[in-house]
């Protein structure tokens, strides 16, 4: 990766998002790779993606992508399911470096977590009209049975802070029931949403009581760090002590409050950009 690999080790990883929901990437990726240098980009001013139609969500993740890029990034990272979902080639046709998609290792880890090879998947309408998951799990096993369902109120539900009480398990008794109507052999749950990750106990204890057995729930976060370890390689920023978080926002409006839910720890600012 890159030409000269002493300064490529030293060049930050690009991280965008329509939001803040990205931030449960970051997370995960500080935890698998703390040497590095990360900047992310949250792309507030015009979140949700997940309602857009699939061109204006290409068109908005090139210029996400180009912020990091012009940044000197050596790895980007689409931490959006509605963005990877719908702009994954796009991305990578416009990109040096490498581009880490959210389906991908989604996908991934529900292969390797399925007993039955029956997995369903939740996410935004804009990743569930694309099919983009469906694609990648019956490439990967024809054999594979797929349900999908749109779930629009979780990204609210999750920003909003209500990820424990009644009215989560409510919606995500509602939504979780329509998922196994179609499919009630269902045993592993892919949280195809940057957000859902916050709703992830919820989740599996209502997908649990509905499917009487145990379920796996996976999300995109973790396999993402773990596919950025592997692209990143021996370029891997190997310094003692941890890297600088850079982050980025078209709108700073509700930062403070919402963006330390997602990342799991006190966060300095988000300066404000426009692309
Ligand atoms: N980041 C989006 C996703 O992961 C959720 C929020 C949105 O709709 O923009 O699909």
């Known amino acids: ?68 890029l012009d940044r000197g990034v050596k790895l980007v990272l689409i931490a959006c399911n509605t963005a990877s979902a719908n702009a994954l080639p796009a991305l990578t046709a416009a990109s040096p470096v490498p581009v880490i998609g959210a389906v991908e290792p989604g996908a991934t880890s529900a292969l390797a977590a399925t007993r039955n090879g029956h997995v369903g998947v939740i996410g935004t309408l804009g990743t569930i009209r694309s099919g983009a998951y469906a694609t990648v799990i019956r490439s990967r096993n024809p054999a594979a049975t797929l349900s999908a369902l749109a779930c629009p109120l979780l990204v609210p539900l999750a920003e909003e802070g209500w990820i424990d009480d009644d009215v989560a398990v409510l919606v995500a008794r509602r939504y979780l029931t329509q998922l196994f109507a179609q499919d009630p052999e269902l045993d592993t749950l892919v949280l195809g949403c940057t957000h ?35 692209a990143v390689g021996s370029d891997a920023n190997r310094r003692n002590g941890p890297g600088r978080l850079d982050c980025f926002a078209t709108d700073t409006s509700r930062l403070d409050e919402l963006a330390p839910r997602f990342l799991g720890e006190p966060l300095t600012g988000f300066e404000l950009v426009d692309l």
């Open 1 to 68: 990766m890159g030409q000269d690999r002493t300064t490529t080790k030293r060049h930050p990883i690009g991280v965008f998002d329509s939001g803040v929901g990205g931030l449960t990437v970051v997370r995960a990726l500080r935890a698998a790779l703390p040497g590095e240098d990360i900047i992310y980009l949250g792309d507030t001013a015009r979140v949700p993606y997940g309602n857009k139609s699939p061109r204006t969500v290409e068109r908005y993740s090139l210029t996400c992508q180009q912020f990091l």
């Open 196 to 230: 859902y990750p916050l709703l992830k106990d919820v989740i599996t204890r209502v997908a649990t009581e509905l499917a009487g057995k145990p379920i796996s729930v996976v999300d995109s976060a973790s396999a993402m760090a773990d596919a950025a370890r592997d």
